[in-house]
Each structure stands twice: as structure tokens, then as C-alpha cells.
């Protein structure tokens, strides 16, 4: 079936897959998000311990769509990956080292002689959450700022700055990316708490710190789009794959993709709705609006990157360096092979939504997690 | 280029990436298996009904859940590692990776969480049966995990299935179940985690065996002992017996690995086993330092038996390799370095002729990598050919180092069959728990099927080198190239973390196994 499609065809749908994988990883980061009201909304420690077990039952799928994440890239566009985690260096490893200290203080925050103590372990999560969402934020942002790199005949990868990543984790523009997914991931962190947990005194704190978060969400995103759709863009030549500068060419896309359009804005819709809602009306439901949305906004920008003769990995150093779908990808047969393997998603997001419903289905409150033996507590 | 590369950057990268794959191994095989037990005890607990069953198995739980964490925040690095400091590495083997690790990430990591949170959380919320599915299928989802990834390891022991492209310049897969069902691949799965299983069935036999030693916990004890004892004494056989398949695919597959892991130097027929010996590097051979035995207690022919089975089999050592012999058909690695550079720079003229729309010189060139005959005799060595100008001695792994692990994992192996028959016939006879100084081995033993098992990791990397890929990709080739400096903070602080987070683990857990199963 897969062996049908051209190279290209499928070069573009495991774009798509590794775009759905990045839009989904930005949206379960209201984990990460979650973890940064440890210490402003848990005043107590009984509050607290709520608050890391509602997220705690849903760390691991974050973790687990970051590693997919990462594979699916190293598999379908190695050349990305050889290019962007060999070259940026700090950026991944200060991104890598956020999210070790997580999985761990999940399971040990509340264990007898931890060694490190709860708070420690709380701060941890709090670092995270904070370092994590603003990294990525701004990793993603270089597929359109590009970055300083070059790649020589066997195709290694030279990096231009003695920085290694971290100049672009400065850059004003990535980091209004990096903020605008920051307070995205709380707001998303704190419509999970309201679906999630039953206390009065939490969902009273959650309620004000959704429209104090939702504001700076909102001022970052329009300072990133606006700014996304008057930059000069990297266009490819379909004819002999030539990299150049294109003024307003990520606004070109949107105008000549009106799917990727229609997608944003109903995104965009979405994400505002649920923020809406919750703070207007007595909802838990807000975060399946909100989350849908983000997963829209975030494939669209992903598709902006790579679609319509766009490179998704540029370089800012050596445009002719720049990474595009077609010559960063894997073979054909690989790519066949790993489609094959792609059918299975459907059935695995039904037994992930089955199981999320199991745990799910009752809201957590103090006497659960100051229960007796029978329930595991973080 | 290659001939500048700071061997100070090597070393540096290969430390950390060793430092985390070894910290990560601490904690992975005892999940694997414990999982597997978790499940069987659980199942007892649903047949039977018996509230016993359920707190046994809600205690291991506990410690399986101790340590799946760890593993898990250290499994990230190492996924991770391969781009930041083998990024050239992660481009070649990027196309043989694929398929693995999107099937690794797709179907085993989602599989393993999203029923992970079920297991410990779903207790009071799903139904028994829902539960204990849960609970399997986390296991399933264990060790598919490490399916993957050792096929991968598989294929960069012994590169299936695959072409090189000169367009891309990297290796592209061409059959699928080649890579996948490659000997090497499902011998070392087998191995792999078979020998996990004995690991967590030592743990759990030990534990037990701490409880018996303090009289507490007496039937917890006796009941979780017959579980690990069954399951180790599988687990022991089937590791014995896929080992010495393995060692017979390394001397086929890895003949200098095989040479190194029982120092032997010069060739010959009835080649003797070296059971048990000790080394000291005689320095005096510049350039070429070699290990001399200062004892060794040696079982005459076995080695030739064990290879070839029969003991006139020519077993090639390690100065064979490296000058070759003539006698035997062995090419000389100068000779190779020449054919491997040859390629190296045929790969480098065609992609220049490209660039300057040379056509007629790109199709003459092209059609050497079209002609399986150059192919043979020149890119087979392609690897070889990033050792021109640099010396030989780069090309031969550390000896003392292989001869040791080798032997470290073989005797630790024999020692972890006979405690496991002993606890299993001990177990059902209900004598196990009479004899104090039995309990008193298996308490010992705990740590020392991590050191068999990291021994056998030691082995199978340490002992391919100077390789990434046996024989195409050299690690002078595969680095990223960055500052020593950077390389060496980031061992530093993943030292330093690492540390710390042992110091936590370990503290939890004894904490936790003191503390015993739940009051009824």
C-alpha cells in the first residue's frame, strides 16, 4: 500500500506524524505547566501532594510523546537530528537535564529517607516545567529563524557559534516562542486542574491565575505570529533546490495553504474558547477545547515550517546548508517500512484514551491522597 | 580532517556516553524482570483470591516502581546522546534505526505508560481483571522495549540488510527482516533479557532471603522465593545457553573481540580456554604494548572446540589480525586501511563531480559502487580507511578489560545457576530458610548480577571498538566534533547527578524493603 506513494509523498506524511507527535507533546506539557503552581497554588503540604498526583498520572505520557518525538525525527529526518542535537549542544543538554530531574522526583518526592527532601524534589518539578517549556519553545522557533550551521560532502554537521545553541535560546524572536509556550502550558496546567480535582480552595486559586497567565499567553502569541508573518522566510526552488530568502514568505504560506489558515484560526478559537469559558462560566471542560486548539495551532506552524517549498531546519550561516523535507529524510523503503507501523496509532490513542478514562474518572480530592495503603501516592 | 580529531574528544564522549548507558543499565534489568514476576504473582492473587498474593505483589511492585523511574529519566540521555555527541553517527545509521525506533517509541514506550498508570494507580479504580491486564501488558511493553533497541545495537555489531548509498553517503536498509531477525539480533535479545530476568530473580530470592535471615515475613518470603527461584533457574539456563552462542557468532562475526576477550595473541589449532588467569602489560614492545598472563589455569583444545567444534579449528589471534596470515587467508589491516581509504576517496571525488556537473566522471565513479566486486573488496573495509596516517595499535580494543569482563560474567553466570537450582529444589522440599549460611549467599549475591550484567556490556562495546558500526564507521568518525571542554562538564554533571540520584535510590529502597510488605 505504503510502496505506491513517491518518496516525497511520504516524506510529507511522516512530516505530518512527527508535526502531530510536536503538537500533541506541546499540548500534554500542561504537566509541565501544572508543575510550575506547585508552590503558588499548593499552599499546604496536603495541597501540594493534589496537585503533583493529578499531574502525576499523566507525566509519563508527556515524557513518553518527548521520546517519540525525538525518535520519530531521528528516523524519518535523521539528518535533523545529527544537525540540530550535535550542533546545538547546551540548548539539548540544558533541555535533557530538565527533564531527568522530573521523572524521578515524581516517584520519590513522598518516599521515606529520599535524601534530598520534598521541597527539593518540588523544585525540581517547578525547574521543569519552567526550563523545559521555554527551551523548547524556543528550539522549535530557530525551524524559522534558522541557525548558525553548515554541513560538509559526508554531510557532518559544523557549528558556527562557540555557543552551541544558546545564542538562539536568546534571541528575541525564538524567545517570544518560547514564552508564548510557557504560559501556554500553564494555562493548559491549570484548565487540567479544574478537570482534574475536586477543593475548593485549589480551583478558587486556579480560576484567578488562569486570566493572570492567560493575558502574557495572549501578548506573547501575537508578538510571535506578527512578527512570523513579516519576516523574510527560507523558500526552497522545487526545480533545483536553491535556498533563498523570501520576504513574508511564512504569511505566503498561510495565504496559499488555506487549510493550514483555516486550521490556525479555528486553533487559535479553540485555545481562547476553553480560557474563555472556564473563567466565565463553572466548567472542567475547557481544557479539551483548549487542548484541541493547541494541537491545531501547533501542527499549522509546523506545517508553515515545511510545507509549500519551505526549509524546516535552515541555516541563517549557509542558506544552501538548510535542511528541507526532502534532503534530510530517510530512504524510501525505510519510510515505507515505518508507515506500515504508523497504522497501529489509531488503535494505540483508543486504549490511551480507555485508560485515561479508567483513572480519570473520578475527581481527585484530599482523602484520596491521604487515603490508606491502597492508592499509590506521589 | 579526520586525521586532527583530539583523541581527548573520543575518550571524552565515549565516557559519557558509557557513564549514562551504565547508570541506566543499573536499573533497566531489574524492571524487566521484575515486571514479568509482578504479572505471575498477580495472576496467582486473582486465581487463588488470596490477599497474601496480592500484598507480595503489591511489595514488589513498590520496588519495581522505585527503580522504572530512574530508568526511565536515564533512558531519555541516551536517546538523546546519540545526536549531541554522535551526530555524524546518528545521520549514517539514521536510515537502520528508522524502523526500530519508530516502532520502539510507538508501540512499546505508549504501551508501557499508559499501562503503567493503571497498574499503580488503578487498584480501588478498575476492575481485578482490567488491573492485571494492566499490569502484563506493562511488562510487554518493558521489554518490547528492549527489543528494539537491541536490534539496533545487533546491527551495529554485525551490519545486515543494508546498501550504501553513495548519493547520501550512509547505509540504507534494503530488507527489513534481515535487520530485525538477524542471528546476532535475536541471540542478543535472548541473552539480554533472559539475563534480566535472572538479575531480578537474584534480587528477589536475596530480599527474601534478608526477610528469612530476620524471621519476619516468613511466608512472604518462602511464597515470593519459589516465584524467583522458578524463574530464575529458566532464566540462568537460557542465559548459559544463548552466552556460548554468542560467543561463537562473536568469533565468526568479531574475530579481534573474540581475540581480545581471551588475550590470546598468536593464532593456532587446538587452542586452549583460559578459565581463569591474570595480566600485566609489558610496555617494553613499543609501539605495541601487549598483555602477558602472570597465571592462567587453561583447559587445553576448548577454545577451538568451542568455536569450531573441533579442536583442529584455527582460532586467529590478535597479531594475526592486525599483520595478517597468509596461511590462514587473513588480510593485514595496513592492506585494509588502503582498499577503506580508497573508498573514502572515491566517495569524495564522486560527490565533487556532482557539484561541478561532471557527468561523465560521476558515472564512471558511480558504477564502482554498482559493482559488487569493488564493493567487496574496497567498501567492506570502508571504515579501515579513516586509519590511514594514524596508528595501528587505535585498531585494537583494550584486552585486559575484555579478558576480565569475559570472565567475570562467565564465572558470576555458573555461581547464579547453581544458587538459583539450590533455592528452587531447597523451595519445594519447604527446607529453604534451614540452612542460615544459604540464606547468607543469597543475600550476598544481590549485587553481583549487576556485575555480571554491565561485565557483558563492557564486553560487547568495549570489545568492538575502536568501531561504532564493526567496520564501517570508526568513532573518530561518528563524534561530534565539540570541545573536549563541553564534553567533559557534561560527564562531570551527569556524574555528579547521577551520584546524587543513587544516593536517593538506594536510601528509598532500603527504606522501603526494611519496612516490609503492608500489615495485613
Keep these: 500500500m505504503f510502496e505506491n506513494l513517491s518518496h516525497l509523498a511520504l516524506q510529507q506524511y511522516w512530516f505530518v506524524i512527527v508535526s502531530l507527535l510536536g503538537a500533541l507533546l506541546v499540548f500534554l506539557m500542561f504537566v509541565q505547566g501544572g508543575q510550575t503552581f506547585i508552590f503558588s497554588i499548593g499552599k499546604t503540604k496536603t495541597q501540594r501532594t493534589i496537585i ?21 525525527f531521528f528516523a524519518s529526518f535523521p539528518l535533523f537530528y545529527a544537525t540540530s542535537f550535535g550542533g546545538a549542544y547546551w540548548v539539548w543538554m540544558l533541555i535533557l537535564f530538565a527533564f531527568v530531574i522530573q521523572a524521578v522526583s515524581y516517584e520519590y518526592r513522598s518516599k521515606a529517607s529520599n535524601f534530598l527532601g520534598q521541597k527539593t524534589f518540588d523544585v525540581f518539578l517547578f525547574t521543569n516545567g519552567l526550563v523545559g517549556t521555554v527551551l523548547i519553545g524556543t528550539a522549535v522557533a530557530t525551524f524559522f529563524s534558522g541557525s548558525q550551521f553548515s554541513l560538509n560532502e559526508m554531510n557532518s554537521v559544523t557549528w558556527e557559534t562557540n555557543t552551541r545553541g544558546l545564542e538562539a535560546a536568546l534571541n528575541p524572536f525564538n524567545l517570544s516562542l518560547g514564552l508564548t509556550v510557557f504560559f501556554l502550558s500553564r494555562v493548559l496546567g491549570l484548565l487540567y486542574f479544574m478537570n482534574t480535582i475536586e477543593h475548593d480552595e485549589i480551583i478558587e486559586r486556579t480560576k484567578k491565575q488562569l486570566f493572570i497567565n492567560a493575558v502574557p499567553f495572549v501578548v506573547f502569541f501575537l508578538v510571535f505570529v506578527i512578527w512570523l508573518m513579516l519576516r523574510d522566510g527560507y523558500a526552497v526552488d522545487p526545480e533545483t533546490g536553491i535556498v533563498s530568502l523570501e520576504p513574508f ?59 509549500n517549498n519551505t526549509a524546516f531546519y535552515p541555516s541563517s550561516y549557509d542558506l544552501q546548508s538548510s535542511l528541507t523535507i526532502q534532503n534530510s529524510s530517510s530512504s524510501k523503503f525505510t519510510l515505507v517500512t515505518m508507515s506500515y507501523v504508523s497504522l497501529a496509532v489509531p488503535f494505540i490513542l483508543a486504549y490511551i484514551a480507555y485508560a485515561w478514562r479508567s483513572i480519570n474518572n473520578k475527581k481527585i480530592d484530599e482523602t484520596e491522597v491521604t487515603a490508606g495503603e491502597d492508592t499509590h501516592i506521589y | 580532517m579526520i586525521e586532527s580529531i583530539d ?22 534489568p531489574l524492571t524487566l524482570g521484575l515486571s514479568f514476576i509482578i504479572a505471575f504473582m498477580e495472576t496467582i492473587y486473582v486465581r487463588t483470591g488470596n490477599e497474601e498474593w496480592k500484598r507480595i505483589t503489591r511489595f514488589w511492585m513498590k520496588i519495581f516502581g522505585i527503580n522504572f523511574a530512574i530508568g526511565v529519566s536515564t533512558g531519555i540521555i541516551l536517546e538523546f546522546e546519540f545526536g549531541t555527541n554522535w551526530s555524524n553517527y546518528s545521520w549514517f545509521v539514521g536510515d537502520i534505526f528508522g524502523a526500530p525506533l519508530a516502532i520502539e517509541g510507538i508501540m512499546a514506550f505508549f504501551m508501557e505508560s499508559t499501562f503503567i498508570a493503571v497498574m499503580f494507580f488503578g487498584w480501588n479504580k478498575v476492575s481485578k481483571r482490567f488491573h492485571l491486564a494492566s499490569t502484563w501488558l506493562t511488562a510487554i511493553g518493558a521489554n518490547l522495549s528492549a527489543v528494539w533497541i537491541l536490534v539496533a545495537n545487533a546491527w551495529m555489531q554485525n551490519p545486515v540488510g543494508t546498501m ?53 515475613h516468613v511466608l512472604f518470603a518462602k511464597r515470593s522465593t519459589v516465584v524467583g527461584s522458578v524463574f530464575g533457574v529458566i532464566a540462568a539456563l537460557v542465559t548459559i545457553f544463548t552466552g556460548d552462542t554468542s560467543a561463537r557468532m562473536v568469533a565468526q562475526k568479531q574475530p579481534m573481540k573474540f581475540a581480545a576477550m581471551e588475550a590470546l595473541y598468536e593464532g593456532q589449532t587446538h587452542a586452549p580456554l583460559v578459565v581463569i588467569g591474570a595480566m600485566r602489560t ?62 573514502i576517496a572515491t566517495l569524495k571525488d564522486l560527490k565533487k563531480a556532482k557539484d561541478r556537473g561532471d557527468q561523465a566522471r560521476y558515472a564512471s565513479l558511480m558504477a564502482k559502487f554498482d559493482n559488487n566486486e569493488w564493493m567487496g573488496e574496497h567498501y567492506a573495509h570502508f571504515g579501515y580507511g579513516y586509519y590511514k596516517n594514524r596508528p595501528l595499535k587505535e585498531l585494537i580494543p583494550n584486552v585486559k578489560l575484555n579478558f576480565y569482563s569475559f570472565h567475570i560474567m562467565v564465572i558470576l553466570g555458573m555461581h547464579f545457576l547453581i544458587l538459583t537450582v539450590i533455592a528452587l529444589y531447597l523451595s519445594l522440599k519447604n527446607k529453604w530458610g ?35 558500526v ?12 565539540l570541545s573536549p571542554g563541553a564534553v567533559q562538564l557534561t560527564f562531570w554533571i551527569f556524574l555528579a547527578t547521577f551520584t546524587t540520584l543513587f544516593i536517593a535510590e538506594i536510601k528509598i529502597m532500603t527504606t522501603q524493603i526494611k519496612k516490609g510488605p503492608e500489615e495485613k
Excluded: C
Excluded at chain 1, 479555528?266 to 472556564?278: D, E, H, K, Q
Excluded at chain 1, 471542560?285 to 515550517?305: D, E, H, Q
Excluded at chain 2, 535472572?198 to 524471621?215: E, K, P
Design chain 2, 7 to 28: 583523541t581527548s574528544l573520543i575518550d571524552w564522549s565515549r565516557a559519557q556516553f558509557a557513564l549514562t548507558a551504565m547508570f541506566h543499565w543499573i536499573f533497566v
Design chain 2, 434 to 468: 534451614n540452612h542460615k549460611w544459604l540464606l547468607w549467599v543469597a543475600l550476598l549475591t544481590i549485587p553481583l548480577p549487576w556485575v555480571a550484567s554491565q561485565a557483558g556490556w563492557v564486553l560487547a562495546e568495549v570489545g568492538r571498538q575502536p568501531w561504532v
Design chain 1, 249 to 307: 514568505k511564512y504569511w505566503h504560506n498561510l495565504t496559499e495553504m488555506p487549510l493550514v489558515f483555516v486550521m490556525l484560526l479555528t486553533g487559535v478559537l479553540g485555545v481562547l474558547g476553553g480560557i474563555a469559558w472556564s473563567l466565565l462560566k463553572t466548567t472542567s471542560n475547557g481544557i479539551w477545547f483548549s487542548g484541541v486548539g493547541t494541537v491545531l495551532v501547533v501542527l499549522s506552524f509546523f506545517f508553515l515550517a515545511g510545507f
Design chain 2, 470 to 481: 564493526y567496520e564501517l564507521m570508526p568513532t573518530i568518525s561518528a563524534v561530534t566534533r
Design chain 1, 52 to 72: 503533583v498526583n493529578t499531574l502525576g498520572r499523566k507525566w509519563e505520557f508527556t515524557f513518553t510523546t518527548l521520546v517519540t518525538f525525538g525518535g520519530a
Design chain 2, 164 to 216: 550504501f548509498n553513495p548519493e547520501t553517503a550512509r547505509n540504507e536498509m534494503t530488507n527489513f527482516w534481515d535487520v530485525f531477525l538477524s542471528d546476532m539480533a535475536v541471540n542478543k535479545f535472548l541473552h539480554t533479557i533472559t539475563s534480566s530476568f535472572l538479575l531480578a530473580s537474584l534480587v528477589v530470592i536475596g530480599i527474601s532471603a534478608y526477610f528469612l535471615l530476620r524471621n519476619k
Design chain 2, 282 to 343: 609489558d610496555t617494553t614492545r613499543i609501539p605495541n604494548p601487549r598483555e602477558n598472563f602472570i597465571f592462567k589455569f587453561e583447559i587445553p583444545n576448548a577454545l577451538s572446540y568451542m568455536v569450531f567444534l573441533t579442536p583442529s579449528g584455527f582460532v586467529p589471534g590478535i597479531t594475526d589480525l592486525v599483520y595478517g596470515n597468509e596461511e590462514q587467508g587473513i588480510m593485514p589491516y595496513s592492506e585494509k586501511i588502503d582498499r577503506g581509504a580508497e573508498a
